[in-house]
């Protein structure tokens, strides 16, 4: 599949991280919904904006590969 040799990944890779996002941006859609309800409630575990956009930036498929080492190296030596 022409998608799948775009991003470097098998067929379960690819499934394994989009039912990943999936998951929890579904998860992420109710803590909103509830926050939205009782704006005194946080949204737990990541699912706040700020947390969401992190969460999806790390999983385009460009970055979903970087180990610790990689991330540690481009904080080290400046990236771009």
Not at 40 to 56: E, R, T
Request: with cysteine.
């Amino acid at each position: 599949m022409k998608h799948l040799e775009e991003v470097g990944e098998t067929y379960w890779e690819h499934f394994l991280a989009a039912a990943s996002v999936s998951h929890k941006l579904a998860v992420a859609s109710w803590c909103q919904l509830l926050h939205a309800v009782v704006p005194s409630i946080s949204p737990p575990c990541g699912c706040d904006l700020k947390g969401l956009i992190k969460y999806l930036e790390d999983s385009l498929p460009e970055n979903r590969n970087k180990t610790e080492e990689d991330e540690e190296l481009y904080t080290v030596y400046g990236g771009d």
